[in-house]
């Protein structure tokens, strides 16, 4: 015989259950009570200094099954309208039966969301105009998996020290570090230049790439990166000395010269642009 089972919620999740007296059956009546949940669910966030990366909607059917619906967001967030029109864009996944008799908002993942002051006195249920807004209303339409945003990865090699990974999810543990500036854009693969350098281990005076000749006036460098040598691809592995230069028109360049780190006589000398800033 058919037993219905009522899921466990635990005790710190912040979730908030509203009980009907008549089973609801349509998209209207579903939305007035997603309101009521976020009022209450959002209140409860805002009272703990966090803020909503995943919601899960919970239909209760008067047959004794559950629906569900489920939406993430790029960034932490207790906006209650932003929240309502994630929730209801996906309400037509949703099949009443004869009829839902409870509806339970749970916030399965939150994060730490820092109070802010809103720009003015009546710019309160303003909707949100971040970046944020914009992909989860993008991924929430499309479905997961549809933007995608660059994390670093842990690798000391330019082109493998950054992947594309989606846009709404756990942010990568790893970050880029500071101190090491690196170029908006990275050429891939890298582009062979022929280049004047007084001595090895100094930065080119000029440079030719696209058949245009660069002057440089400024230099910073090197950056030694010795590749990871535990790959099989020789690119991967090889050494490289890194240079930012600055031509005279302003334009800045990252170079990259090829050598054993040993004796750079004997190894490959050859220079390439790796990125633009």
């Given at each position: 015989?058919?037993?219905?089972?009522?899921?466990?919620?635990?005790?710190?999740?912040?979730?908030?259950r509203?009980?009907?007296?008549?089973?609801?059956?349509?998209?209207?009546?579903?939305?007035?009570?997603?309101?009521?949940?976020?009022?209450?669910?959002?209140?409860?966030l805002e009272?703990?200094g966090?803020?909503?990366?995943?919601?899960?909607?919970?239909?209760?059917?008067?047959?004794?099954?559950?629906?569900?619906?489920?939406i993430?967001?790029?960034?932490?967030?207790?906006?209650?309208?932003?929240?309502?029109?994630?929730?209801?864009?996906?309400?037509?996944?949703?099949?009443?039966?004869?009829?839902?008799?409870?509806?339970?908002?749970?916030v399965?993942?939150?994060?730490?969301?820092?109070?802010?002051?809103?720009?003015?006195?009546?710019?309160?249920?303003?909707?949100?105009?971040?970046?944020?807004?914009?992909?989860?209303?993008?991924?929430?339409?499309?479905?997961?998996?549809?933007?995608?945003?660059?994390?670093?990865v842990?690798?000391?090699?330019?082109?493998?020290?950054?992947?594309?990974?989606?846009?709404?999810?756990?942010?990568?543990?790893?970050t880029?570090?500071?101190?090491?500036?690196?170029?908006?854009?990275?050429?891939?693969?890298?582009?062979?230049?022929?280049?004047?350098?007084?001595?090895?281990?100094q930065?080119?005076?000029?440079?030719?790439?696209?058949?245009?000749?660069?002057?440089?006036?400024?230099?910073?460098?090197?950056?030694?990166?010795?590749?990871?040598?535990?790959?099989?691809?020789?690119?991967?592995?090889?050494?490289?000395?890194?240079?930012?230069?600055?031509?005279?028109?302003?334009?800045?360049?990252?170079?990259?010269?090829?050598?054993?780190?040993?004796?750079?006589?004997?190894?490959?000398?050859?220079?390439?642009?790796?990125?633009?800033?």
């Amino acid at each position: 015989m058919f037993e219905p089972i009522q899921p466990v919620v635990p005790d710190d999740v912040v979730a908030h259950r509203l009980l009907f007296i008549e089973p609801l059956l349509t998209a209207e009546a579903f939305g007035t009570v997603i309101d009521e949940l976020l009022n209450t669910v959002c209140g409860k966030l805002e009272a703990i200094g966090q803020g909503a990366r995943r919601l899960d909607l919970l239909f209760e059917r008067i047959d004794g099954s559950m629906q569900a619906i489920r939406i993430g967001t790029a960034a932490p967030s207790r906006h209650a309208a932003h929240l309502a029109h994630l929730l209801r864009e996906r309400l037509e996944t949703v099949d009443p039966g004869l009829g839902v008799e409870a509806m339970q908002l749970c916030v399965s993942l939150a994060e730490t969301q820092a109070f802010r002051q809103a720009a003015g006195l009546v710019d309160g249920d303003r909707p949100e105009t971040s970046i944020a807004a914009l992909v989860d209303r993008i991924e929430n339409r499309l479905g997961p998996g549809s933007v995608w945003r660059a994390a670093s990865v842990e690798s000391d090699v330019p082109e493998r020290s950054v992947a594309a990974v989606p846009a709404i999810g756990d942010a990568p543990a790893t970050t880029w570090p500071l101190t090491l500036p690196r170029p908006v854009r990275l050429l891939d693969p890298p582009q062979p230049v022929e280049a004047i350098a007084l001595l090895p281990d100094q930065p080119p005076v000029a440079f030719t790439w696209r058949r245009k000749r660069h002057r440089v006036c400024r230099a910073d460098g090197p950056e030694r990166v010795h590749g990871e040598w535990w790959r099989r691809s020789a690119e991967v592995a090889a050494v490289r000395d890194y240079f930012a230069v600055e031509d005279e028109d302003g334009c800045r360049f990252w170079l990259f010269r090829r050598g054993d780190g040993a004796d750079p006589a004997t190894g490959d000398l050859r220079w390439f642009l790796h990125g633009l800033f």
